[in-house]
């Protein structure tokens, strides 16, 4: 089966202000060589903790941020060097659900027409099939027809997350990009909202790349995970091998902080491991492996060279993993 999404070697810069006149302008390093493969009707967790460059590489991916590097490709086709005209064609293919329902949604805008919206700008069917299309969007993320004509803060944020939905799969897309799409929400609205999604997806056929910094929303939506640190993906596996045996220690230590009840009930109950120190100034990068001085595993060999991505099903870039 060919891949839906194949990110290869995609890396992000930005430019900082000069620290004095006529000084060279310090380069952040967002994303340095990221490579991953999204399959048709699956879906990738990008996780890791902020300032990590999940969100900086999945806008890249999309052309919604400036890649310095690499190619994307969306069923064969390289997204970094589409004319401005045939992008705009693809992005009836690849939509994005944001992380604020608050915020991405127009409030001077009726809901019906914040759907309709993008069949509007991609020119997509009739006017009256745009209509339908809108009805039937409504009734499929869990919405009643006769409230198209409110306003956004007319809905509870839950509810606006689903116009968030609807207004996404508006175009017929094949792959939604979900920035965070539940962080905002309570936690029993954040269920409804991924039980929706992967119905979603079984229904339609869809493909997600999921953001996410909650290990639990991940593994109950992902069927593939990636771990980022310092603009590297440290860690690529199935979802179902990512959390019965994490290989790198910085998933080891996600995963080992993330609350557990079982885990507090019991006799034995340590505390999760900690790491000590701060990420690595991602404008001047270590050397050798970005985790090294955070990392109770590293030896002489982490600080010196910087470990590749390697293995079949399960990738890890870590000298010493497991």
């Known amino acids: ?7 290869r070697n995609l890396s992000v810069e930005f430019s900082l202000p000069r620290p004095a006149p006529f000084q060279p302008r310090p380069v952040l390093r967002a994303v340095r060589g990221v490579s991953f493969t999204l399959m048709p009707g699956r879906s990738l967790g990008i996780v890791g903790e902020s300032g990590s460059g999940k969100t900086t590489t999945a806008m890249a991916a999309i052309r919604l941020e400036e890649a310095a590097g690499g190619q994307v490709l969306f069923q064969g086709d390289d997204l970094l060097t589409l004319s401005p005209e045939d992008m705009r064609q693809r992005r009836r ?62 809905f509870s944020g839950g509810q606006r997350q689903r116009i968030s939905i609807a207004r996404a799969l508006a175009p017929g897309p094949k792959l939604l990009v979900c920035d965070e799409p539940v962080s905002a929400l309570d936690v029993a609205i954040q269920a409804q909202i991924l039980n929706l999604l992967a119905r979603l997806q079984d229904e339609m056929g869809l493909s997600y790349l999921f953001i996410s910094h909650d290990l639990g929303v991940v593994r109950h939506v992902c069927q593939d995970v990636a771990v980022m640190y310092l603009g590297q993906i440290v860690e690529l596996a199935s979802s179902e091998a990512m959390f019965a045996a994490p290989q790198h220690p910085y ?69 010493f993993p497991g």
């Open 1 to 7: 089966m060919t891949a839906l999404l194949d990110v």
């Open 93 to 154: 293919d690849i939509q994005l659900i944001f992380q604020d329902p608050y915020s991405s949604l127009n409030p001077r805008a009726r809901v019906g027409d914040i759907v309709r919206e993008p069949l509007d700008l991609l020119q997509v069917g009739t006017e009256a099939e745009r209509r339908d299309t809108v009805r039937e969007l409504f009734e499929k993320v869990g919405l009643r027809p006769d409230q198209l004509s409110l306003f956004p803060h007319q």
């Open 251 to 319: 998933t080891q230590a996600l995963l080992a902080a993330a609350p557990s009840m079982t885990r507090r009930k019991s006799r034995g109950f340590t505390r999760p491991m900690k790491l000590k120190g701060d990420p690595p100034s991602p404008i001047n990068p270590p050397t050798g492996c970005a985790f090294a001085e955070r990392c109770p595993k590293a030896q002489s060999l982490c600080r010196e060279t910087a470990p590749v991505l390697a293995g079949d099903a399960h990738q890890t870039a870590c000298h």
